[in-house]
């Protein structure tokens, strides 16, 4: 069975533009998460989805960041106006019920703003 | 202070040995604990879950928590060059309460 895929692998951007990225999770998941990965910081959480609604978006750093979900499935996640600091790899996971111990993780996307 | 630290390493180990990763977390009110394992550009993988202080086995490795002291550990038995990854720890209060991972260690096993 396929396993958690986002989109794209690898993202380098400009300081300023817009970027979109894409998490596609297991097929019957229920729980979707986004984190964000920086060199010797850990997983930062950003953003939990039950369904298509987000309980807990406590960790989106600021108000460039945004994310939605569709039909249950499909996620985006959304960076405005990029700074250089938003760098990192962004990891989404999903998981078949609301008990967070239960992750299952894509490969990330690498986003670098130039 | 973050809640969960652990020493970044890189920790590099002969083949064979036994590889000893230790994380420190600082909320008392954790209740369940993760070892994930991260190859190089891919995503953590959940390799063991403990709930409360005690100890798990699967196989070459073996999971520690020491409640009282705040301290897990991940013991890894007759180490193979594809063990050579970053292993994450991790935290949480309740199954449904956000997971507060530590930064990583990074394990080279040598051949």
């Known amino acids: 069975g396929a396993g958690v895929s986002q989109s794209p692998s690898n993202k380098v951007t400009e300081k300023g533009k817009d970027v979109e990225l894409r998490c596609d999770p297991i097929?019957?998941?229920?729980?979707l998460y986004w984190y964000r990965q920086s060199l010797g910081q850990g997983l930062e959480f950003l953003i939990y989805?039950?369904?298509?609604?987000?309980?807990?978006k406590s960790g989106l750093p600021s108000d460039r960041f945004s994310a939605e979900r569709t039909g249950g499935s499909v996620s985006t996640l959304t960076i405005q106006r990029t700074q250089q600091e938003d760098s990192a790899v962004y990891l989404c996971?999903?998981?078949?019920?609301?008990?967070?111990?239960?992750?299952?993780f894509g490969p990330g996307t690498r986003l670098t703003v130039l | 202070q973050k809640e969960v630290e652990q020493d970044p390493g890189p920790l590099s180990v002969p083949e064979g040995a036994i590889v000893s990763l230790n994380c420190t977390y600082s909320?008392?009110?954790?209740?369940?604990f993760m070892w994930y394992r991260q190859y190089s550009r891919k995503g953590p993988e959940l390799l063991m879950y403990?709930?409360?202080?005690g100890n798990k086995e699967d196989g070459r490795f073996t999971a520690q928590v020491d409640k009282s002291s705040k301290y897990i550990s991940l013991f890894i038995r007759d180490s193979q060059p594809s063990d050579s990854a970053t292993y994450l720890c991790?935290?949480?209060?309740?199954?449904?309460?956000?997971?507060?991972f530590g930064p990583g260690t990074s394990l080279s096993v040598i051949p």
């Open positions: 097929s019957g998941h229920t729980a």
């Open positions: 991790a935290g949480l209060k309740t199954s449904y309460d956000k997971v507060i």
């Open positions: 989805f039950q369904g298509n609604s987000a309980p807990d």
């Open positions: 996971a999903s998981g078949p019920s609301g008990n967070h111990n239960e992750q299952f």
């Open positions: 909320n008392s009110a954790f209740q369940y």
């Open positions: 403990t709930y409360s202080s």
